[in-house]
């Protein structure tokens, strides 16, 4: 499975604990930056993920900022995308057992080094159950095409969700 990886200048080092992890774990990690802790723009790295998800390039994601917030809110302006913000164990099963979640957003601020390896595996490990979580799902996708919101990256620029 392909999983890109992304942070912010908060998450640098996270994000390269989670690379390894994942690299560890026989998954193919790939950095979508940034390289250093330069101060940077959340909504650019996670917009790379977003669109390489919407695309069908990578198969995951996984974004990390100070709080997980300001990642999770961008991934999910593009199509197909369902980026959630996990912070337990919980979190992390249910969001990939009911939700089919294939965008992860983590704090590099509030969680410990153990806790989030632990996320990530019970995330990466954890199956999508289907059956009445998929017609949800389908609900879901109903809704997006239906309100035009949500794009890949070719068409960002031309779409907005207010119609213009």
Request: charged fraction near 25%; proline fraction near 1%; aromatic fraction near 4%.
């Amino acid at each position: 499975m392909k999983i890109a990886v992304a942070s912010d200048h908060r998450g640098v080092r996270v994000k390269g604990q989670i690379l390894a992890q994942l690299t560890d774990m026989g998954e193919t990690a790939l950095d979508f930056g940034p390289s250093d802790d330069k101060s940077v723009d959340y909504p650019d790295f996670a917009a790379k993920v977003g669109a390489a998800i919407s695309n069908g390039d990578i198969d995951r994601g996984i974004l990390i900022c100070g709080t997980g917030m300001g990642m999770c809110i961008t991934v999910n302006k593009f199509r197909g995308v369902r980026g959630v913000s996990c912070h337990d164990d919980v979190t992390a099963e249910m969001s990939r057992r009911h939700n089919n979640a294939n965008v992860m957003c983590l704090s590099a601020d509030m969680l410990g080094d153990k806790l989030l390896n632990r996320i990530v595996e019970i995330w990466m490990k954890t199956d999508f159950e289907g059956g009445r979580h998929q017609r949800r799902l389908d609900k879901i996708s109903e809704i997006e095409a239906a309100n035009g919101c949500g794009s890949t990256l070719d068409t960002v620029e031309k779409t907005s969700c207010s119609g213009e």
